[in-house]
């Protein structure tokens, strides 16, 4: 499977929504198969999205998982009860799609094999996650029972705009007529309730939080109650990978978050000071150019001068150099030299700013120590 989709070369996230219908149509529409709990929002939709399914497999509904990135392999963008989907599976059903539009981009494909496979396995509900925005989205061809807002700040403006009322009408295209809508506390904006309005569409807006996880725990509650009279528990005690993972080894604590805009790298900073009171940090960083990377890193500087720029051989992520220039981060030559230097000052050192160094560090450090 990993070897097909490493063919696709056109991986941009924006639908062409005449292809998947078409795929929709020809494959017996697939994607009103199950049924769906869409969900969107500029940070916190993977965790939501995996907190609803984690509760529905649990209850024992068959219940289908499509998230992204993925850390390690495509597979894990495709789960049903969090088993991955088998390679066979996922190579007959591309072969498939390929034979009928062998220029599909890379979103699309993973989204019509999502729907194929969720439907061959005869999935209760599947809860899928926005890969970008919502209206122009590759999985909005969806017809859910509920639609999921997370929150709406600054992200892929290239895409949805560069203020949060433009992105936020791309998160609402998600909304369809008469589907209840769960909207957290920071998408409660103009263009989310005109849609609903527009669309009949009952709207549940939930109060603030005191951090990021509770607000997360909050909206994938209220999604619950809202599709399912069982008992949903005291607490999901749940996490994807790389999303505030705590690793510890020899002499040092690692913690891996793919935190990729200034929102996220913000609350996951402001997060991390409640969990390491009394310690200090040490950041490997690496970032998209197409971010706002010197917001990002004016924030990590706020809290630690130690920041290693990691470059890997990713062509969409700025070089050392590069991140040197913007933000003026002093770079040691070797990365084992910095980390030494973190071990000694008892540092936690956080790896972040993107999903695409996520694997390779994750090898580094677990095949290291």
């Not at 290693?308 to 990365?335: H, P, R």
Request: glycine content about 4%.
């Amino acid at each position: 499977m990993e070897l097909i989709i490493k063919q696709i070369v056109d991986k941009k996230n924006l639908a062409n929504f005449d292809t998947m219908k078409m795929l929709d149509k020809l494959f017996d529409f697939p994607s009103k198969s199950f049924k769906t709990i869409h969900v969107t929002g500029t940070n916190g939709k993977g965790s939501v999205s995996t907190k609803i399914a984690k509760v529905l497999s649990r209850q024992g509904h068959k219940t289908g998982l499509f998230t992204s990135p993925h850390i390690e392999t495509c597979r894990e963008r495709i789960q049903i009860d969090f088993k991955m989907i088998e390679d066979s599976d996922g190579v007959d059903i591309i072969k498939k799609i390929l034979d009928i539009v062998p220029n599909i981009n890379f979103f699309e494909l993973l989204t019509m094999t999502a729907f194929i496979y969720f439907r061959s396995k005869c999935v209760k509900f599947a809860i899928i996650e926005v890969g970008v925005g919502g209206k122009l989205d590759s999985t909005n061809i969806v017809n859910p029972e509920l639609s999921v807002i997370t929150n709406v700040t600054i992200d892929h403006v290239e895409i949805l705009g560069d203020n949060i009322y433009e992105i936020g009408e791309h998160k609402a295209g998600i909304i369809k007529y008469e589907t209840p809508v769960v909207v957290g506390y920071r998408a409660a904006l103009q263009p989310i309730f005109r849609s609903a309005f527009e669309c009949k569409a009952p709207l549940y807006i939930l109060c603030q939080e005191p951090d990021w996880w509770k607000e997360n725990d909050a909206i994938a509650r209220k999604a619950l109650s809202l599709i399912t009279p069982e008992e949903i528990g005291e607490t999901f005690h749940l996490c994807q990978p790389c999303r505030l993972e705590v690793i510890d080894i020899k002499n040092l604590t690692l913690v891996f978050d793919i935190a990729h805009n200034v929102d996220a790298i913000e609350k996951l900073f402001t997060k991390l000071k409640t969990m390491f009171k009394d310690r200090t940090f040490s950041v490997i960083f690496a970032m998209s150019g197409k971010k706002e990377i010197k917001k990002s890193l004016t924030i990590i500087q706020n809290y630690t001068q130690s920041i290693f720029a990691y470059e890997s051989g990713k062509s969409n992520l700025l070089k050392q150099d590069e991140v040197k220039t913007i933000a003026n981060v002093s770079q040691l030559i070797q990365l084992s030299i910095f980390v030494e230097i973190a071990k000694r000052n008892r540092d936690i050192v956080i790896i972040t700013g993107s999903s695409y160094i996520m694997h390779d560090l994750k090898l580094y450090f677990l095949g290291n120590n």
